[in-house]
């Protein structure tokens, strides 16, 4: 069965990440990490209304534009970041807002004109009495937004492994057909759950992500663990395999033979043997037949050491 991988969850396994602290008062930034795509955070929002006030404005209307800055980092961002590197003759890592967009940043914040790396220039100025800047304490992520968080990752954790289920199952096709059906409504609503978390309505995007894991957890409830009857019979193939080798292994021990090798084997294909019986026990059917197949296998290769 070949694996679902579709648009909805790598795009919220991207945006699915913890906040920073940041704060911005009197419009200075405190940035604490690179910016990128698909970075998410209310530092980029104030990216964007620093790129929108000197003119490298991020939109002319709508989404991002001055007074409809937003907290996701998408390509127009990256554009209007672009713009204001070049012109600050930044010639590495455009688009990405890294360590010497940052400290450029902070310079020019300050009121200081500096010199940044790569720049080719052959004179540094600076402004007399620069205003020193303020660092205000950061303000930690509210509880809303993490609790938020947290159901978001819970739902795409749901998704995740019911991916792998469907992935791993030897059920008929129907089954896999059904799950992978209730797997697309949990994408669907954990898509929902995070466009609400964009819009900053946390209840709604809680509600959306405890949706999306229960409709994950049942895509894979009426999958089976195998089957009973098979992993049975393996069970009792590995039990007649380990009778024939202990009686092998007696008869060469009468014989003053080498069984050193053969017990080894023996010895390993009962551990696999008790190992099945607890997975039949548990009601885990496929690793049954597996360990038990293994157990039947190490058994006669006891007998062929002799």
Known sequence: MKKINIFTSTFVAIAIIIIPSITNA????????????????????????????????????????????????????????????????????????GPL???????????????????????????????????????????????????????????????????????????????????????DKLLDAFYSFIDSDYEESIAFANKAKQYAEDSTEDMSNGNEEDAADAIADAKAALSDARAD???AEDDDEDTDEAQDLYDDAKEKYDDARAAFDDEDYEEAEDLAQDARDLAEEASDAL
């Open 249 to 251: 292994i007696s008869d």
């Open 26 to 97: 009197d419009d200075k930034c405190v940035f604490t990490r690179d910016l990128e795509v698909g970075v998410i955070g209310e530092d980029v929002r104030c990216l964007q209304k620093y790129l929108n006030k000197k003119g490298y404005t991020v939109s002319t209307s709508g989404i991002g534009s001055p007074g409809s800055e937003t907290n996701m980092f998408g390509e127009k961002t990256k554009e209007a970041l672009t713009k204001w590197q070049t012109s600050k003759s930044v010639t590495s890592g455009k688009g990405y807002f």
């Open 101 to 187: 967009s940052r400290s450029l940043y902070d310079t020019e914040a300050a009121g200081i004109i500096a010199t940044p790396i790569g720049a080719v220039t052959t004179t540094t100025t600076t402004v007399a009495n620069p205003t020193p800047v303020v660092t205000p304490k950061p303000i930690s992520v509210s509880s809303e937004e993490k609790k938020t968080i947290d159901a978001l990752r819970a739902a795409k954790k749901a998704i995740d492994t019911a991916e792998d289920d469907i992935d791993d199952s030897d059920d008929e096709q129907d089954v896999i057909d059904d799950a992978e059906e209730q797997l697309k409504k949990a994408e």
